[in-house]
């Protein structure tokens, strides 16, 4: 009777309840100290984590250019941030950082995440939000109109999002390190070139390892 | 001088140490089952101001976790995305619905979208989000299949106990890094024996229970 009585009151183990945790001795659990995102009083809007003052300069690991020159992120102005030539709005034509197999893997990582869900795994548009016909249609990335644009405009496009953020696509410049976009432009370029290579080039592979296809070119990007 | 007592009461020390033991057996059992983090965390699920769907980004979708959690891997702390986040699809998918209209309020006027936090750890205890993912710990261990449920709710304990148990067989829990954020990852062929503890070798995973590992 009495632990039908008590169950009854408080139900099982694992029960799904909308009331938050019980904390039984509370020692200290919670502290008068700012944790990120969480309600604070303090601050007129209530928020803990406020929005960077104008003119913050963030604690930040700077990037290495090709040049050996240390950028960092709050040289807005610097090619490797702006995705310009210095001094004007033309777009830089190549990447301002080292491109190495290593830098090409991050970049399909890092495609991966937050790409491929509208471009899809294979560049071509055809994503997973593209294919839900929910009114979203992504650039297809073999587009002569997109391969022919400059790694700058594609660093900007991938930062600022399309036509200077104009366009659809939002910038990412927010979700996505300085470094991470220029390695998600190499893997573009990467992805790009797997429709465009010519024969001659593929005999160059086939010298290299007669009769195979490297068959890193044909790992699924995720299992 | 006779019958003062009757002679129920011969038998009443008896009763009350019965009495005593069923109660306190009771009350042993009643703390026992109710007084630890397997009663009091799991099955927390608060209602969220949006109604947003795991089951649909991470399950369906097909999502990584990290386009919105992107600050997962450099952080102590995972973000919740910023209303702008969810505005790089929702200001062409869904872009009138109802059920996204704090969104839109939050990214027009840039005030926080007021989320329930549900997994909270104690202020003393400092877990790194950042540590754990980048070496081979899956967010599938501490959040249950995130990816199989339209409203989250708190899956495993979080308790003390809980951490010690994986810091103490942490060659069991870890997975090759590329399938962290895959939670429905299966280990074929990766025995925590053998490759378990070549990982944790590799990635210099030494699951420490020293007390100022998690508080200081």
Redesign the interface.
Same mark, same amino acid.
């Given at each position: 009777m009495?632990t039908l009585l008590?169950v009854g009151l408080?139900g099982l $183990? *694992?029960?799904?309840? @909308? /009331? =938050?945790?019980?904390? %039984?001795f509370p020692d200290?659990? @919670?502290?008068p /100290?700012l $944790? =990120? #995102?969480? &309600?604070n009083r303090f601050f007129a809007? *209530?928020?803990s984590s406020q &929005?960077l003052v104008e003119g913050t300069v963030a604690r930040s690991k700077p990037v290495t250019d090709l040049a050996g020159q240390k950028v960092h992120p709050f040289q807005v102005d610097h090619p490797v941030n702006s995705g310009r030539v210095a001094g004007s709005t033309n777009y830089l034509e190549l990447t301002p950082l080292s491109v190495s197999r290593e830098v090409v893997a991050r970049g399909r990582?890092r495609y *991966?995440?937050?790409c491929?869900?509208?471009h899809g795994d294979l560049g071509d548009g055809q994503g #997973?939000?593209t294919r839900?016909g %929910? *009114? #979203?249609a992504a650039a297809n990335l073999h587009d002569p109109t997109i391969v022919r644009m400059t790694d700058g405009q594609l660093y900007r496009t991938v930062s600022f999002g399309s036509k200077e953020g104009a366009g659809? #696509? /939002?910038g990412?410049a927010?979700?996505?390190d300085v470094a991470d976009r220029w390695a998600i432009v190499a893997y573009v370029r990467a992805l790009q070139s797997s429709k465009l290579a010519s024969l001659d080039e593929l005999k160059i592979h086939e010298a290299a390892k007669p009769g195979t296809v490297p068959a890193a070119l044909f790992q699924p990007l /995720?299992? | 001088m006779s019958n003062i007592f009757p002679k129920w009461t011969n038998r009443l020390p008896l009763l009350v140490l019965a009495g005593g033991l069923l109660l306190g057996g009771g009350v042993v059992t009643g703390v026992t089952y109710y007084f630890t983090p397997k009663y009091t965390n799991v099955g927390y699920q608060p209602l969220q101001p949006v109604s947003f769907s795991h089951k649909i980004h991470a399950g369906e979708l097909g999502m990584d976790c990290r386009y919105c959690h992107n600050g997962v891997e450099k952080s102590w702390f995972s973000n919740i995305p910023a209303a702008s986040t969810c505005m790089n699809c929702h200001s062409v998918v869904l872009k009138d619905d109802l059920r996204l209209a704090p969104i839109r309020e939050s990214h027009e006027k840039q005030t926080p979208v007021p989320w329930v936090q549900i997994h909270k750890t104690p202020d003393y205890v400092y877990f790194n989000h950042s540590v754990h993912v980048n070496r081979g710990i899956s967010c599938v261990h501490c959040h249950g299949k995130i990816n199989e449920m339209d409203e989250v709710r708190h899956e495993k304990t979080l308790s003390m106990a809980f951490c010690l148990d994986c810091h103490r067989t942490a060659h069991e829990k870890i997975r090759p890094l590329e399938q962290v954020y895959n939670l429905n990852w299966k280990s074929d062929g990766f025995t925590p024996e053998r490759e378990g503890r070549a990982l944790a070798g590799k990635l210099g995973v030494e699951g420490s229970t020293s007390c100022s590992v998690c508080h200081r």
């Open positions: 009495l008590v408080f $183990r *694992g029960s799904l309840s @909308r /009331k =938050p945790p019980l904390e %039984v200290m659990d @919670r502290q /100290k $944790r =990120p #995102m969480e &309600p809007n *209530g928020i &929005p990582e *991966g995440i937050s491929v869900p509208c #997973m939000v839900l %929910v *009114g #979203m659809v #696509m /939002k990412y927010a979700n996505v /995720k299992n | -």
